[in-house]
């Protein structure tokens, strides 16, 4: 396969899996309350403002090549896009990032308020546990209970002290500070590699791999092309635009946090994207024609424009 053939035919999977995914979502956040009008539309306005969705794309595509059902698949699809969205609204508050851009939009606290944007994040980390341990009714639909308790606890794991919220804690840690290669690491595999890792292991899981030996293969995988899409963002933080990015151009740099083209410098975080993006397809090897949508998203993390 030529490398215009694999971008075109991935770039055609994630544009269906993003409309997928976003009617999944709007499903999940229908329901309105005139109780909780505000919070709801705070959620509904984090959720589906955009954005590349790329956790639910990597729990589609992982799914999808090792033969599960596309039904199978949307719970943990929504689950991790809910709980990447809900870590959005935290790193953007006051106490966080102070960011007030997210997606070429005020962020959550902006468009709102602080405490209804904790409120959303919070829902929003409920609903995702919620969405992800109902069973589904349709045919096709629905995981083994055996197999939803592993996604449970995959994702608790990916987003605990050992995880997101770990990795957040470093990064508030460091700001002004020099962290050392294994130290900025360990916090881009925590903060952002984990969820992405755990979207690979939940799309694996609802495809039956789990246990089984190409298991720990795409878990290799997941961990490997986390950090190689978090040196690449951090890369964009700093050659990027605000009107592309979709954030606040410098925003790293403006906090005095440690990053990859801060410890590095910009062509050594380039490499080191690409080596970690050469693993991520090593991690592949032997899983035969199977892993071929994997390995062109690999190259696609490490190439992208925003």
Known sequence: MTAAVRDSALAASIETFQRRIAQVLEQELAGPDPAT???????????????????????????????????????????????????????????????????????????????????????????AFAVLAQPRPQP????????????????????????????????????????????????????????????????????GLAPGPAYPALQAFGAEIGLAFQIHDDILDVTGETSVIGKTKGADAALGKPTYPSVFGLEEARHLAVQHRDRALAALDGLGAAAEPLQALAYYVVNRAL
């Open 37 to 127: 009008g505000r919070l709801r539309q705070a959620m509904r306005y984090s959720v589906l403002g955009g954005g590349k969705r790329l956790r639910p794309v990597l729990v589609y595509l992982t799914g999808q090549a090792f033969g599960a059902p596309l039904l199978r698949l949307d719970a943990p699809a929504a689950a991790v896009e809910l709980i990447h969205a809900y870590s959005l609204i935290h790193d953007d508050l006051p106490a966080m990032d102070d960011d007030d851009l997210r997606r070429g939009r005020p962020t959550c606290h902006r468009a709102f308020d602080e405490g209804t944007a904790i409120l959303a994040g919070d829902a929003l980390q409920g609903l």
């Open 140 to 207: 096709g639909a629905d995981c083994s209970a055996a197999e939803r308790v592993l996604m449970l606890a995959t994702l608790a794991r990916a987003i605990g002290v050992d995880g997101m919220a770990g990795g957040q804690a470093i990064d508030l840690q460091a700001m002004g500070q020099t962290l050392d290669a294994a130290a900025i690491e360990h916090m881009h595999r925590c903060k952002t590699g984990a969820l992405i890792q755990a979207s690979v292991e939940l799309g694996a899981i609802a495809a």
